[in-house]
């Protein structure tokens, strides 16, 4: 028996694997409790937030998280906060990793066949010992290449529902301020210009202000009549956890009065924007841009994160317009791929995917709902088409 940042983790428990791949390893793997989880995987290169176990207890009350480590001669890999959904009427269970399973050391030169380890362990237990559907998002990819999806597909696993908005937009965080500044576009970088003579101030808040952004937020939100679908209702359970987990609160200052602030996530190799808030004055003030720029200083000297992830757009042109000129030359826009669904069984496979589209048509009729309220923003982008990969 191993013993690795405080765990056990038993050899025997390892789940061979039956695809026919002699590359693939036969990964130890053990359930551990959510505490441990969230303290083990703090230093994971893949972490995000949907992974931890505190943001997940809040968010999804209905069903019931299992978190798993995964280790491979004497070291944790990896690891997956699998969340088990039971089925109405009790007819069956589905087993979903959002932005999973992750990899400890994204760069360890046997990263791919760790993944595909994981893959096949998760498979063993999931759809082949416990006959649920097993679904899986991996996250968008820096590559033009989704190598984490084509590993799922090439499992068996076949593609399910789509994001009607799935791209991301990665700024990349090691530059140089001369080299960073750059790469904006060049309206971007005129209105950065313009905001830094605008006499606005930046401000890294400890996690005691946290209440002056909820109320920063509560007033955007009433003025932009967004939908909110985000998990905001989980901040305090984020704000309380201890480094690196904790996100970051920023704020940005006109004339002593706050006029901005955001909230970033910035644990493992990709920090994500996660919230953020303006009152009136910050459209002409342009506090976005002075907000945003500043955060990504922040980030390259403070932590070890790669690259900025600042999510998608829900369909807004403008958002788009703004994320896509700050992601510039040097970043990348990139679509999360589909969900990736694979069962054994085909009765299991049958329940899941209908109750994968009954929720697509919930959330279509919601939606449609929403564009109706006269008070309401209504999306006004254009969906891009998803590249070949994914068709």
């Not at 791919?112 to 082949?128: C, D, K, Q, R």
């Not at 009433?222 to 690196?244: H, V």
């Not at 002593?256 to 004055?281: C, P, S, W």
């Not at 945003?292 to 790669?306: F, K, V």
Request: proline share 6%; glycine share 8%; charged share 25%.
């Amino acid at each position: 028996m191993s013993t690795i940042a405080g765990l056990s983790i038993d050899p025997s428990s390892a789940v061979p694997h039956e695809h026919g791949r002699s590359d693939i390893p036969a990964l130890a793997t053990r359930k551990v409790t959510g505490a441990e989880w969230d303290r083990v995987i703090s230093g994971f290169d893949g972490i995000c937030q949907e992974q931890l176990f505190a943001f997940a207890s809040i968010r999804w009350p209905g069903v019931s998280p299992e978190p798993r480590l995964f280790e491979s001669k004497g070291r944790i890999v990896g690891g997956a906060l699998v969340l088990v959904q039971r089925l109405p009427l009790g007819l069956s269970k589905i087993a979903i990793v959002k932005w999973g399973p992750m990899l400890a050391d994204a760069g360890a030169a046997d990263a791919s066949t760790l993944y595909a380890g994981m893959i096949e362990a998760l498979v063993g237990e999931y759809a082949e010992q416990r006959g649920m559907m097993l679904s899986v998002l991996p996250h968008a990819s820096p590559r033009e290449r989704n190598d984490e999806y084509h590993a799922l597909r090439d499992r068996g696993f076949r593609r399910g529902a789509v994001l009607r908005f799935p791209d991301r937009y990665l700024v990349k965080l090691r530059l140089s301020d001369a080299a960073q500044r750059q790469s904006f576009g060049q309206a971007w970088r005129r209105q950065l210009s313009k905001a830094e003579k605008s006499g606005l101030v930046f401000e890294h808040a400890g996690a005691d202000r946290i209440e002056d952004f909820k109320t920063l937020y509560a007033a955007m939100s009433d003025r932009k009549q967004f939908p909110d679908y985000s998990a905001f209702d989980t901040l305090d359970a984020l704000m309380a956890m201890d480094e690196p987990l904790r996100p970051e609160l920023f704020f940005v200052r006109h004339d002593g009065e706050l006029v901005a602030g955001a909230l970033i996530f910035k644990a493992g190799d990709r920090a994500v924007y996660l919230y953020g808030a303006t009152n009136d004055q910050a459209l002409p003030l342009r506090a976005g841009y002075f907000l945003h720029w500043h955060i990504i200083g922040w980030l390259r000297d403070h932590t070890r994160a790669s690259w900025y992830d600042l999510g998608g757009t829900d369909g807004f042109q403008g958002l788009h317009q703004f994320k896509k000129g700050m992601v510039g030359d040097a970043g990348v826009i990139r679509p999360v791929p589909p969900v990736a669904n694979y069962a054994s069984r085909p009765l299991a496979y049958a329940l899941g995917a209908g109750a994968f589209a009954a929720r697509e048509a919930y959330n279509e009729l919601r939606r449609r709902i929403e564009m109706i309220r006269p008070s309401r923003a209504r999306p006004d982008q254009v969906p891009a088409p998803l590249p070949p990969e994914f068709l």
